[in-house]
């Protein structure tokens, strides 16, 4: 990934009596070779679903994980098995509900 660094200091014309020290903008810019898949896996009281990928991904891709419309607002979500072809999500409890998948892959 290309890295932008910009002095945040000279976008204004200050000419100050002591030289302040540089304070830099860190960005780093999205590559045109990534993979971006969105996804959703429905669970019906269940404590784990299954997400099958529809892109093809040479190495393990990462996974954001999100839960919407549960029955209890104490849950966590974590990830049990994640390969190049499916992930598994797994719920703390038995829950009801639809869990948003992002995936994001690097092409090399």
Request: aromatic residues 6%.
């Amino acid at each position: 990934m290309a890295v932008v660094t910009k002095n945040l200091n000279q976008y204004r014309k200050v000419y100050p009596g002591i030289r302040r020290t540089p304070r830099y903008d860190t960005r780093i810019t999205l590559d045109q070779d990534l993979t971006i898949e969105i996804g959703s896996v429905t669970l019906a009281d269940e404590e784990s679903g299954t997400y099958i990928f529809s892109e093809t991904y040479t190495d393990v891709p990462s996974v954001t994980a999100s839960l919407v419309g549960g029955v209890s607002a104490n849950v966590n979500l974590y990830i049990s098995s994640l390969t190049t072809g499916a992930v598994t999500i797994s719920c703390s409890a038995v829950n009801s509900g639809t869990i948003k998948l992002i995936i994001i892959s690097q092409s090399s």
